[in-house]
């Protein structure tokens, strides 16, 4: 408690925006933290000096790996089994960080799940589902936790994890592209809301990083075994692939102190970017094409 005491003494003391390192010493909160990208980016922080890391999934037991590397990395890991989409939930949680450190200073809003189906494929359960995870999940913990780093003063980050499907839309995959080009477009109008508080904003935009998503990915309107098939067929693509949750958590943990309005993950997703910037026609052609594996 005594260490947790003089984080928020010496938090309330300096600005985030300053000369001082933008992670160490710091207060980080990472949802959807059990594996992958969270994983990954909650060890980095820890890895880069972070004090404490806040670490949010669905159990604890899927938490139980990211609690290890973080405390061999050096940092205080605090273990919350809070699942995103449930707001109450989210509120007991920054209620509970509020009382400790007053406000983190580090939000990645990771938490998402896939999804590949065509618009007549996706049923309402399957757009409710998406919706809530990777885009509701994502405006409540930024209205929370940003709303506490707004009222503490001294600034913050807050990164909302995407992907390069907010910019390269696929008739295969319309669901996940709506929830990501709904992070980047909320992200950015945040970007520029909190801009007074110092409140650093970014969008994280990944390609294709060889997360568990791929196994995980829902096929809207697929039997179980055109799901299994399609999963380990994607699982097979990304393997080969093979640009890890760590190469990407280097580059997002990179960018803290960068301010990068969009941070692009991987060749792709780099690509991608400027082709949605200098190509628009190209990348509309592209999305006709069912990209489906």
Known sequence: ??????????????????????IRGRVALVTGAGAGIGRATAVE?????????ILVDLSLDRLAATVAGVEAAGAQALARAVDVTDRAGMARLADEVGSLFGAVDILVNNAGIGMAGRLLETD???????IDINL?????????????????????????????SAFLPNKAMVAYSTTKAAVLGFTESVRADLADQRIRVSTVCPGFVNTDIATSTVYAGA???EQDRARRRAAKAYSLRNYTPDKAARVIAGSIGADKPVVLVGAESRLGYAASRLAPPLVRLIARYDLRL
Not at 5 to 11: K, R
Not at 45 to 53: D, E, I, S
Not at 124 to 130: F, L, T
Request: glycine fraction near 14%; charged fraction near 25%; avoid cysteine.
């Open 1 to 22: 408690m005594t260490a947790i005491l003089d984080h928020v003494a010496a938090t309330a003391r300096a600005a985030l925006g300053g000369r001082r390192d933008p």
């Open 45 to 53: 922080l820890a890895r880069r000096g972070a004090r404490v890391v």
């Open 124 to 130: 309402d359960a399957n757009w409710d589902r998406i």
């Open 136 to 164: 509701r999940s994502v405006i409540t913990g930024t209205t929370l936790f940003g709303g506490q780093m707004a009222r503490r003063g001294g600034g913050g980050v807050i990164l909302n994890v995407a992907s390069a």
């Open 223 to 225: 039997s179980e075994d």
